[in-house]
């Protein structure tokens, strides 16, 4: 086992549950919640799960092991043989592959990537040193301090944003702050319902796509260019039409012309 590293009773009792089968929802989320913020008890947890494995193949069992993320499913065909060594080998190390992936997917350097950059070489980040190079994007605050970047969200959503701004990428695929600067999302059918946080207000998409604005007063100004939005759970917009609304909320005619936002190219 990973040397210098000491499970709690309770890490240890948690393990026993999911080699026996018997974690329960609540249990999964607290063991999530253990190897999600803890890379020893992650290395921990694959390891334990792999000896598990191969004790259970050397008594001609089926080994099944619960992820803390999914429900119980079984990992390997249930069927009595007499497993040769050789075959009993392959299989733990069949095993163990499937538990590293899901280890690397669920907590590794791609875990919570929400975005990804199209274009644009003006990005500065608050949190540099966690963006991937392969231009994934996870979640923190954005700046394009000139010219033009695009990029798109998770659930399919694209953003194209002309500096100076300010946004932000936040932890779910359907939800995007913008704090400054001029925008344009295309937003497409299956990602109806995206949600832009601007001004301290809401922008939901209704099938659409449209133009956004946020001024260093925080006044908040949207164009209509196709399908509707529901602005500040208030009033909504269909195509061609605008609406201003001010840091106090209140609504006004907006001043900035369609022609003026960021064409997707």
Request: charged share 25%.
């Amino acid at each position: 086992m990973t040397e210098q590293f000491q499970p709690s009773l309770e890490f240890i009792e948690l393990l026993v549950a999911v080699t026996e089968g018997d974690l329960d929802a609540a249990q999964r989320d607290e063991l999530n919640e253990i190897i999600n913020n803890d890379a020893g008890s992650r290395e921990y947890y694959v390891e334990y799960v792999s000896l598990h494995a191969m004790l259970e193949l050397q008594h001609h069992r089926t080994p099944t092991v619960e992820m803390p993320l999914e429900s119980t499913r079984e990992l390997l065909p249930t069927q009595q043989s007499n497993w040769t060594p050789f075959i009993s080998f392959a299989i733990a190390a069949s095993l163990l592959f499937a538990v590293v992936h899901y280890v690397y997917n669920n907590y590794g350097p791609g875990r919570n990537v929400v975005a990804t950059l199209i274009d644009g070489s003006h990005f500065a980040w608050q949190n540099a040193d966690d963006q991937p190079l392969d231009g994934s994007l996870k979640p923190g605050r954005g700046q394009i301090v000139a010219g033009r970047g695009n990029l798109e969200l998770s659930g399919g959503v694209l953003i194209v944003m002309q500096g100076p701004a300010d946004f932000e990428l936040l932890g779910e695929p359907n939800r995007f702050k913008f704090d400054r600067g001029v925008m344009r999302a295309v937003v497409p059918p299956e990602a109806e319902g995206f949600t832009v946080i601007a001004g301290g207000i809401e922008i939901v998409d209704l099938g659409t796509e449209f133009g956004l604005s946020v001024d260093k007063h925080n006044d908040v100004e949207v164009h209509v260019f196709k399908g509707s939005v529901r602005v500040a759970n208030k009033i909504t917009l269909v195509k061609d039409e605008g609406q201003g609304i001010n840091h106090k909320g209140e609504f006004y005619k907006p001043r900035r012309e369609a022609k003026t936002y960021p064409p997707v190219k």
